[in-house]
Structures are given as structure tokens and as C-alpha cells.
């Protein structure tokens, strides 16, 4: 077995839990809340997630744990003085928290797959949280980005800050003992205890009293909280099938299209050192990225016309208006099968999240993405935890010149996501791949990127993942800064990029493991402080 996350201590949780033979399922679970633990800024029990899980190589199964609106919620749930907030007001306190979905995904999908009893995998985060963890670079440099006045939680302030305002140095000992507590707690009483009950109340009453943008929200709106099994989405790509995560995420459409309308050209031939290959991703990831805009968003509340949008015929046709000598002028979405009218919002930011890997020795895989959103989320703990601030996903505008917008917000609906959790079988119909990323509305160019390094230009996932990164959500190119994709600015502009920014490595995040010679290989982004390691 083996786990890639974003922090070591969250893959040797991972990895503890392998070695007293629980399954993919368990480890994943466990690195989940290692994670919370050591990477608060970005995951956690306070958010949610989506799981892709291959039952020893079996056709994969999905759980959405994404967060859902109070019942309360409206069209016009970020509007202040009668006009859409900014995403920086919108972003703390208690109008952004949706009710945390990851707790409800774990116990749906360990009740299915997992070894271990519940209780167990709770173990090592505790430990963590008790004992004490070392504040790294990484978490320093978000708490230096995020002021302790930000954090609006005295207890949250009380492990992070000095008494001065500053964040603690990196490498000082902290510890979370209201959090082991509840872990503890959580780990006795199951997952209902999570959303019946003190803890449920907790988060009603922060977010209903939260010192900025406070909002309705009630035990009932948690209680009611469901995590679903969804459809995968899936599709060939050359000689692989590629599956992810359908509605309300966008990531396993968007990965999808991207990578079918590229399948005509034949990338491996171009190889990872060519500027027409990188426009040719750049070209597809346009066309991918408009369509997700437009009609991707909860299909328990929108139709989604996502047959339409998977349909071969309906991916080539949008694939020959790429040309490997000259950009598209402005890109808008196509027209599938089964669409309704709807209309393109504008786009929110997107900051936060954490993706990490599993697999055991029986062969199960999981591939699962967790995220408060933006760096700690709103700002707002609970029993030790960050809640989310998912919310601030949904468009703010739910109609635009009179049209409705497929992703406005509506009481108990999921906003859309980017997260793309992705496994990736091989023509024989083993796994061969799974992958997924950290970094917002960049995650789907992230695994659409890596697959393609192992897929097309045959490295390895490692290698893949470290590849510089292009991601074009509409007429603007970004490169990674400090890369030979800076150095080939020249050549994309001369292919009619106009626009072409850089944005720097920290942005990105990416995780994988992968089958190769026989055995599991691990990846894990040299850009962030994550590990691969062995059971």
C-alpha cells in the first residue's frame, strides 16, 4: 500500500493505518484527518469533499461530500446595500459556511469499504493534536498572509498567534487539545454526533453569531446534511478510461473534455519541451472551461445537460475549432444536447483545498479532494476546527440580463466545485492512475496537466506532476512563473496569445500514485511540502 498527501505526518497517518490492515478507504479517512490537523489552513471535518474509490480495480464508485447552503439561503444571499459583495467581504464570517459534508462522506463510503473500526482511524490525528505539531513554512506563510485580526475565533488566534499579532515562528511546537478532544469524542460516538446534537449547535450558533456577516443558520440545516454515492464520469481517452467526480462537482467533466478534444493531436510526438503542444492544452482548456462555467452546477437543483456534454461527437466538434498554428478568438460555450438556457456568470476565486491518495494491498484506490475553500476558510472554529467559507463558490448573481445562472445559491443546494479527483484505468481495465490537486479553479488544468505527462509524454507521475503548469479558464493564458513555460511566452504570443500572465508555483498542489513496472509509485508536488510513502 501507499499514501501522497500534501504533508508527511498526513501520509504516515495514512500509511499507519495501511500497516494494521485497514483498506484505501481507512487510510484515506485518516490522512483526511491528519490533515486537519497539520494543514488547517486548507482542509478539514469542517468542510467537504469528494471521494473517487476503485474496489480492487472495479468500475469506481463516487461520494459527494460537498457542503450545502442553510435552508435559508437565497439568490441574493451575498448582496449588501442591494448589490453583489466582494469575494474579500463575502469570505469571513458566517454568511460563506455551508454545512460541513466530509464527516457524512467518511462514514458513508468506511461503512462500505471499510477493515478498520471507526474509532481507529481517528488515532493518529489525535496524537497529533495532543502531542503537538511543528508550525512549517507552508502554514507559517498562510498565517502571515492571514492577519490574526482575520481570525475570528479567539481559540483559533490562541494556537496561531503571539500575543503581538504575529504568527508563530515555523518550527515552534503547537498543539490543539480542544480538537483532539472532540476527535475523541467523534471517535466514541460515531459520525451522527457530528451533526445531531453540542457539536451541531456549535456551528449553528457561530455562524449565526459570527462577529462579521452573520446568517441563519440552524442545528436542523446540519442535521439534515446528506452525503450522496454519485455516478462517476466517465470516458475514453486514447486506450484509458478516464473517471471522476460528476456534478455538483465540474472537475471530472472538465478533465474529461479537455482531454478528448486533444486526443487528435498527437501529443506524444510533440513532447513536453514543445510550445505547440502547450497551446494546444492551453486551446482545449478554453473550450473545457467555458462549457463548465455555463452549465455545470448541483444537479439536484439544475439540469445538467452532461450527456450532451460527454458525448464524442459533441467534444469533436468543439476539438476542430483548436488549430495547432493559430488561437481561437473569444471562447463561449457550446450548445450540447439537452441544454437549457441559462447564462455565464462571472467567475469567483477559488484558494484553498488538499487532494490525497490511497491504496492498499488488496488494490482498492482511493482518490479523494477535501477543502475549506479559502485559507481557513471564514475564519470561524468550532471544537477546535475551521469552518468552511464553500459558499462563496456559488455565483453571487443568480441571474444575469434576465437569465437564470445554473450555480446561484438556493437554501440546500451544493455550490459547483473544481475539485477533480481522478482515477484512471488502463486498457486491460486496471488502474494505472490516480490523481487530483489543491489551488481552486486551476485544479482541473493541474490533472488534465499530469495526465498528459503520463499518458502522452510518458513520464512518470512524479515527473508529470512537477511539469510547469498552463492554465487558460477563458482569454488569458497563465504560465508558472520561473519555468521554460515563462521562456516560451514569445512562441505563444507569436501563436496569438495575447494575454499571457504568470502565476507563481505556490498556486499549485498536486498528488498521485500510479502502476508502473509492476508496483505503486507515488507523486507528490515538489512545490508544496507533500510526501509519497510506502506502506
Known amino acids: 500500500g501507499m499514501v501522497s498527501a500534501a504533508d508527511p505526518r498526513a501520509a504516515a497517518a495514512g500509511v499507519e493505518i495501511l500497516r494494521e490492515g485497514g483498506s484505501a478507504a481507512d487510510a484515506a ?50 448582496y449588501k446595500n442591494g448589490q453583489p459583495m466582494e469575494f474579500d467581504d463575502a469570505q469571513p464570517g458566517g454568511k460563506s459556511v455551508g454545512v460541513p459534508g466530509n464527516v457524512r462522506m467518511m462514514a458513508l463510503a468506511h461503512q462500505r469499504f ?21 508550525i512549517t513554512p507552508r502554514l507559517h506563510n498562510s498565517l502571515s498572509k492571514y492577519p490574526a485580526t482575520g481570525a475570528l475565533s479567539f481559540e483559533a488566534r490562541a494556537i496561531f498567534y503571539q ?42 450558533a457561530a455562524v449565526s453569531n459570527a462577529p462579521h456577516n452573520p446568517a441563519p443558520m440552524t442545528s436542523g440545516d446540519v442535521a439534515s446534511y446528506e452525503a450522496k454515492p454519485r455516478p462517476p464520469v466517465c470516458g475514453k481517452y486514447r486506450v484509458y478510461r478516464i473517471c471522476g467526480m460528476g456534478p455538483s462537482s465540474s472537475g471530472g467533466f ?158 440546500g443546494k451544493r455550490p459547483r466545485s473544481s475539485m477533480s479527483p481522478t482515477i484512471v484505468y488502463g486498457p486491460e481495465g486496471q488502474v494505472v492512475l490516480a490523481v487530483g490537486a489543491a489551488g481552486g479553479s486551476t485544479i482541473p488544468a493541474q490533472v488534465i496537466k499530469a495526465i498528459v505527462g503520463v499518458l502522452d509524454f510518458r513520464l512518470s507521475a512524479q515527473d508529470a506532476i512537477a511539469l510547469p503548469m498552463i492554465y487558460s479558464p477563458a482569454d488569458t493564458v497563465y504560465v508558472e512563473s520561473g519555468t521554460f513555460l515563462e521562456g516560451m511566452i514569445p512562441q505563444l504570443k507569436a501563436l496569438g496569445h495575447s494575454g499571457v500572465r504568470t502565476l507563481p508555483a505556490a498556486t499549485f498542489k498536486a498528488n498521485a500514485i500510479e502502476w508502473a513496472n509492476g508496483r505503486w509509485s507515488g507523486g507528490a508536488d515538489p512545490r508544496s511540502e507533500g510526501a509519497a510513502l510506502s506502506e
Open 29 to 78: 479517512f485518516a490522512t483526511l484527518l491528519a490533515l486537519n490537523v497539520v494543514e488547517p489552513q486548507s482542509s478539514g471535518i469542517g468542510g467537504g469533499g469528494y471521494l473517487v474509490y476503485a474496489d480492487k480495480g472495479a468500475a469506481p464508485v463516487t461520494f459527494d461530500g460537498r457542503e450545502t447552503a442553510p435552508h435559508a439561503a437565497t439568490g441574493t444571499w451575498f
Open 114 to 134: 471499510g477493515k478498520l473500526p471507526w474509532a481507529a482511524l481517528f488515532q493518529p490525528a489525535i496524537r497529533l493534536a495532543r502531542d503537538g505539531f511543528k
Open 163 to 204: 500575543a503581538d499579532g504575529q504568527p508563530k515562528p515555523a518550527g515552534t511546537l503547537v498543539r490543539n487539545p480542544a480538537f483532539a478532544n472532540f476527535l475523541e469524542q467523534l471517535a466514541a460516538r460515531g459520525p451522527d454526533s457530528f451533526y445531531v446534537g453540542p457539536n451541531a449547535q456549535a456551528i449553528a
Open 254 to 411: 472538465t478533465v474529461f473534455a479537455a482531454l478528448k478534444q486533444l486526443e487528435r493531436f498527437d501529443l506524444s510526438a510533440l513532447g513536453p519541451q514543445s510550445p505547440t503542444a502547450w497551446h494546444l492544452i492551453a486551446e482545449s482548456e478554453r473550450l473545457a472551461y467555458a462549457d463548465r462555467d455555463k452549465y455545470l452546477a448541483d444537479e439536484d437543483f439544475v439540469r445538467v445537460p452532461l450527456a450532451g456534454l460527454m458525448d464524442p461527437a459533441y467534444l469533436a466538434g468543439r476539438s476542430a475549432l483548436i488549430s495547432p498554428t493559430a488561437t481561437m478568438g473569444s471562447v463561449h460555450a457550446g450548445t450540447p444536447a439537452g441544454a437549457e438556457i441559462v447564462c455565464t456568470p462571472e467567475p469567483q476565486p477559488e484558494r484553498g483545498t488538499s487532494h490525497f491518495i490511497a491504496v492498499d494491498r488488496w488494490g482498492d484506490v482511493a482518490s479523494e479532494t477535501s477543502t475549506i475553500e479559502s485559507s481557513f476558510g471564514s475564519g470561524l472554529m468550532v471544537n477546535g476546527y475551521y469552518l468552511n467559507n464553500e459558499l462563496t463558490d456559488f455565483s453571487f448573481r443568480p441571474e444575469k440580463n434576465g437569465c437564470p445562472v445554473a450555480n446561484r445559491v438556493e437554501g
